[in-house]
């Protein structure tokens, strides 16, 4: 049974900061990774997919990588700002459209 | 704008109530729909996988008769929780993705509160 990790569970930096927010799966058997956003009683919100044969995806200040092999996603947000105060969630899905199992998230604050 | 959409936002009700929670995909037609449920502070757990015009797939632990799911069209699936107690008490998320697409799009999801 896949289970995933992430580590710290909770952030909190000064504006300008980078964020390093790690996640961590047992079954390397994946066919993709997902990192959402969470604000306080809300949905998700898609941040990045990293497909299994890929290393990292980047989105502006967001980059992802994925190291399937040790079982490891880390996402890196640069210069925070504190509109990105949220919960970020990883994902692994096992197969193309198929069910996601969730990282507990790691809730991050940024100071302005 | 939004992908998914989910009604109704919040809920209270007395124990022993029936709730039901729509969640419709607004931009695509969706064949599978999956639902979560997520405690206060705690990630997402998956309860079962809606598929149109069959029977949903339940995950293990989660009770497939007081969790009944409704996926009769291609845009809406409904979770209604049955004789509902306290400890039923969770936000409800439901989502979605587009065929031979990976990204899931999420609900903004549904706050019960039971009584």
């Known amino acids: 049974k896949q289970e995933v990790t992430q580590i710290p569970a909770a952030l909190s930096v000064p504006e300008g900061e980078n964020l390093v927010l790690n996640c961590s799966f047992t079954?390397?058997?994946?066919?993709?990774l997902q990192w959402f956003r969470q604000d306080p009683g809300k949905g998700l919100t898609s941040l990045l997919l990293?497909?299994?044969?890929?290393r990292e995806q980047t989105s502006g200040r967001l980059n992802a990588s994925l190291d399937k092999s040790s079982g490891r996603s880390t996402l890196y947000i640069a210069a925070s700002q504190p509109g990105d105060s949220a919960t970020y969630l990883c994902?692994?899905?096992?197969?193309?459209?198929?069910?996601?199992?969730f990282g507990g998230g790691t809730r991050v604050l940024v100071k302005p | 704008g939004a992908v998914v959409s989910q009604h109704p936002s919040r809920v209270i009700c007395k124990s022993g109530t029936s709730v039901k929670i729509e969640c419709r995909s607004l931009?695509?037609?969706?064949?599978?729909m999956f639902w979560y449920r997520q405690f206060p502070k705690q990630s997402l757990m998956l309860m079962a996988t809606s598929n149109e015009g069959s029977k949903a797939t339940y995950e293990q632990g989660v009770e497939k008769d007081k969790f009944l799911i409704n996926h009769a069209s291609l845009t809406l699936s409904t979770l209604t929780v049955t004789s509902a107690h306290p400890e039923d008490s969770s936000f409800y998320i439901c989502s979605t993705h587009q065929r031979y697409q990976e990204t899931q799009y999420f609900g903004p999801g549904t706050r019960l509160l039971v009584l």
């Open positions: 079954d390397s058997a994946i066919y993709n």
């Open positions: 931009d695509f037609q969706a064949t599978t």
């Open positions: 990293i497909q299994s044969s890929q």
């Open positions: 994902a692994v899905g096992a197969a193309a459209g198929n069910k996601l199992t």
